[in-house]
């Protein structure tokens, strides 16, 4: 059976600022500078992103949750073998678990099929194709995926997990450990702080110059409000013992030796807040000139 798909019309990514950032390198006066930070030869540097995805790279993310789950929707409805918009309420739920995600998908399907009933047994094999044509109407000059403004968040886990992967996997390892290594112990510190946001900040290669503040922020996505605090090590402890943020755990010790090694070159503690919000950002520049780092922090 072929189809076509028709094209249809947490606050991880914050604007940057330019005139607010640029304000705060100059705040930053001498500390800032003491550790490689200058605005004139910030001018020379330029950001290469490393979780750049295709649509094939984000429909193959999506594909691996949503597989299996269409799967279990399949066997949990046995009686159903065509699929229609009459069936798509009941067969999303299995005993007590709804698989919105599979909700939304066949929905999808039956609307791109013209509303003709779709054969259950050819559901899973739909799954990427189906990805793949709705991913690849939003791509820039490059063929890389750009997320719409109007997306819903169909693709969002699938596109914040193909990201991390493709940076982990494009990125250089400092020395002493691996960055998927010091990701999966982030990830510790998350779980048990998991009722905070938080986020892994993946790797942005700077070339051309020190990064300043202004570069800093930028590759990071970090929201205007947040101040630049402190750099080197202090920046570490700073972040280690954040309120609304690692609070002292010693989970984050491990993390904190290793960011005190050879391999990292540069630290830097960032923080702001107000009655209702609060982030923590400690990000680091390694000895292959990629940044990287942690948020942590409250929202309501």
């Known amino acids: 059976m072929t189809f076509s798909v028709l094209p249809r019309s947490r606050r991880l990514v914050s604007s940057l600022l330019l005139g607010a950032s640029l304000a705060l390198v100059g705040c930053a006066g001498d500390a800032a500078r003491s550790d490689g930070l200058g605005a004139d030869e910030s001018l020379l540097v330029t950001q290469t992103r490393l979780d750049r995805v295709t649509p094939q790279e984000v429909a193959a993310a999506y594909a691996s949750s949503m597989v299996p789950n269409v799967a279990k929707c399949v066997a949990a409805h046995p009686e159903i073998t065509l699929l229609d918009r009459s069936h798509v309420e009941g067969f999303y739920r299995v005993g007590v678990v709804s ?3 599979v909700r939304h998908f066949v929905l999808a399907l039956l609307e791109a099929n013209g509303g003709q009933p779709i054969p259950v047994d050819q559901l899973t094999d739909m ?3 189906y990805a793949i044509a709705e991913l690849s109407l939003s791509v820039d000059a490059d063929g890389y995926y750009v997320r719409p403004a109007n997306d819903g968040g169909r693709f969002l886990e699938a596109e914040l997990a193909a990201r991390e992967e493709k940076a982990l996997t494009s990125a250089k390892n400092p020395r002493g450990t691996t960055l998927r290594a010091v990701r999966e112990m982030w990830r510790e510190v998350q779980e048990e ?3 905070l946001d938080s986020e892994w900040l993946s790797p942005v290669r700077i070339s051309g110059g020190s990064p300043s503040l202004a570069d800093i922020r930028r590759a990071m996505n970090m929201p205007y409000q947040v101040r630049y605090e402190t750099w080197g090590n202090e920046a570490i ?9 690692p609070d002292e755990t010693a989970l984050f010790d491990p993390i904190a030796d290793l960011l005190r090694g050879p391999g990292i070159k540069k630290r830097w503690y960032f923080a702001g807040g107000g009655n209702e919000w ?3 950002y400690l990000v680091v520049l390694d000895e292959h000139d990629q940044l990287w780092g942690f948020m942590m922090g409250y929202s309501e």
Not at 237 to 245: K, W
Request: no cysteine.
């Open 193 to 195: 702080q998991r009722g």
């Open 127 to 129: 799954v990427e194709p």
């Open 99 to 101: 698989y919105f995600g």
């Open 237 to 245: 402890d700073e972040f280690h013992v954040a309120g609304e943020g």
């Open 278 to 280: 609060s982030a923590h």
